[in-house]
């Protein structure tokens, strides 16, 4: 949620703008390959789906189907809407600043068959939300936190007593602003595709303070906080709480550049994951698992 009305306005008119349908090829999360990728890492199985290995990773651990959940910035709601039909929760509360987006979310329930079990509010959920859930879900939401402490600090309050936490998200540079390793990293991976396939894709550029300030201005909610995720974690969760460094820095950086521009079966998606996989083993990420019980 947006530290102050103009900024939450701001960020809701942004994403009523962003609502696409569930199956735009936009970005890594599009991809079978990244995805298998991506779960192979969350929960050890190789298998397509987007946040498909945090559902199984959550069912494991949980053991059971859990009651009431809630996510904040959920989106259309694609996520928890598995999570309900994998019988993984009975109930999502889905909180978004976007009306558009929320009631897309409430259509895609009903055309789903569970309309009667997912509820879509728009506002600030640190204020207006006082109920208690069995489970808490941050899936590439908790980085759009502009106060990432004010929204663990919360969860953690509004988790039952042997209630699960689940944090899927984005740990990388605030604002998107990427190093010049990454750059450099990214726009290799770009020239051996190029090469290999004569294509000429766009390069990544270097960050600035103009980059920044555009980024501030374009979406206020973008990643404002999103390298002090790992600290917040442990001082609201505990130190010894296990991050699960996922990958990422190459999908997050060259998803929407590589994936739209190629079919799924095109050699240069599988440069683009092994290129992640490479960046991986090197210690580069910019997605982590959490999982987290409340004692």
Known sequence: MATNNAEATAAGQFWDRRVRAAGDRVNWWSSDACTTHYNRGVCGQA?????????????AAAGRTLGRGISVGAGAGDKERALLKDAIVGEMQLWELSEARAAEARRRAEADGVGDR???????????ETGSFDLVTWDH?????????????????????GGWLMINDYFGPNRLQWRRDEVNLCNGV????????????????????????????????????????????????????????????????????????????????ATLVAADRDALAQGQWHFGFTLWQKP
């Open 190 to 269: 770009l020239d051996e595709i190029d090469r290999a396939h004569g294509t000429r894709l766009r390069r990544v550029r270097q960050s600035n303070i103009i980059t920044r300030l555009r980024m501030k201005h374009r979406d206020p909610s973008e990643a404002p906080q999103s390298e002090a995720i790992a600290a917040a974690i442990a001082r609201h969760l505990g130190p010894a709480t296990h991050i699960k460094p996922v990958g990422g820095t190459v999908l997050n950086i060259l998803g929407g550049i590589v994936v739209p521009a190629f079919p799924e079966d095109h050699p240069a998606i």
């Open 118 to 128: 997912l509820k879509a509010r728009v506002g600030n959920a640190f204020t207006e």
């Open 47 to 59: 298998v397509p789906g987007n946040s498909l290995g945090c559902r199984i990773a959550l069912a």
């Open 141 to 161: 939401s908790l980085h759009h936190m502009p106060d990432i402490d004010q929204a663990l600090a919360w969860s953690v309050e509004r988790l039952n007593p």
